[in-house]
């Protein structure tokens, strides 16, 4: 019989919590779901079949490439299963099973019907960008990179940000006086044009962006969680705890570090929310992702260049503003479940 581990009642609360703002419970499912469709995203808008049966064989194209020989083709590259040829192909000895969307967030559909960018229609139900890829499929690729990004970049943030906070507080004295003089002159570097002097000499990508990002990120919890063990480091229990020969650094891990982190896990969806903002306004510059990686910032400098395609702007608009939106509910919802004084905890 499964063991199981019952939350305590202090945590018991803080769901309870959580639960009780409705709002920020229902987001927190809102968000999950549409995160989990974009991590599928190969699944749901692809150029690729998702299965293929031809000759009695089963053939999985969507996470293996086959050359066109395979299914009866001339050419021993890559099978092209849009081209008509091997489609007919196929079909002759078999059937293909397709995702709801062919076209993946590089696939230029060359069979529109209007001059790209082309308004939405039955084949793209979002329309096409002035290279004639589909819409829907970059949004829920960007979609993913957005959310991926903002993660990591909040985690990597949090564990420098919580070190740096954690030794200033505890350790204090002139070692928390420089760190923090230190503090105040790197917050005030501009960094946007740290981020223009580093696209100038190499090209930025995913790695790149989050490590300059990281750079300026981490400082929004030192603050907090200095505050959090300038106050903790003098209590009973850390004193004990040092006159019993514990180590500076268990002490720190094991007895003020739990109540730094409820400060860390209140701010974390605020800090997801401006990682998420952070790159779509890069990439909105043309300073981000590479050219032609599909995020939802290239998609609103789209819209911005081409006004008579509004179906750019207002889908980049609606799944940005939509996404934050739920971000910062769930913030809210996190900061209720650890606040005493609200109703639910009580």
């Keep these: 019989m499964a063991r199981r581990f019952p939350l305590s009642p202090l945590n018991q609360r803080r769901l309870a919590g959580f639960r009780a703002n409705r709002r920020g419970f229902w987001s927190l499912w809102i968000f999950l779901v549409l995160f989990g469709l974009s991590l599928v995203a190969e699944l749901i808008c692809n150029d690729r079949p998702l299965l293929v049966s031809y000759d009695g064989g089963l053939y999985f194209p969507v996470v293996k490439d086959y050359p066109e020989t395979t299914f009866g083709g001339f050419f021993p590259t890559a099978a092209d299963y849009r081209d008509p040829f091997v489609s007919e192909a196929i079909e002759e000895k078999g059937w293909i099973l397709w995702p709801p969307v062919r076209f993946s967030y590089d696939t230029v559909n060359k069979n529109l019907e209007e001059p790209a960018p082309s308004a939405p229609t039955w084949v ?14 970059r949004t829920l ?35 928390d006086l420089f760190a923090q003089r230190f503090l105040e002159i790197w917050g005030g570097l501009p960094q946007l044009f740290v981020l223009i002097i580093v696209a100038s000499v190499i090209q930025p990508g995913f790695w790149t962006l989050l490590l300059i990002l990281l750079l300026f990120s981490w400082t929004s919890l ?47 969806p605020f800090i997801l929310s401006g990682s998420v903002t952070a790159l779509t306004s890069l990439d909105f510059l043309g300073l981000g992702m590479p050219p032609g990686t599909a995020s939802l910032g290239e998609l609103l400098r789209l819209g911005k260049e081409n006004l008579q395609a509004p179906w750019l702007g207002i889908t980049g608009f609606l799944v940005l503003a939509t996404m934050l939106t739920l971000l910062v509910f769930i913030g809210e919802a996190v900061r209720d479940a650890f606040d005493p004084r609200k109703g639910g905890a009580r």
Aim: hydrophobic fraction near 55%.
């Design 124 to 137: 793209n139900p979002l329309g096409t960008d002035d290279q004639g890829r589909d819409v829907l499929a």
């Design 141 to 175: 690729y960007g979609f993913r990179l957005s959310v991926l990004f903002g993660l990591m970049l909040t985690v990597f943030s949090s564990v420098v940000g919580v070190a740096a906070g954690a030794v200033q507080g505890y350790f204090g004295g002139l070692l």
């Design 222 to 268: 030192v603050g907090v969680v200095r505050a959090e063990f300038l106050r903790a480091r003098n209590f009973d229990y850390v004193r004990a705890a040092k006159a019993l020969g514990m180590s500076d650094a268990k002490v720190m891990v094991k007895h003020v570090l739990p109540n730094a982190m409820v400060a860390t896990l209140t701010f974390a």
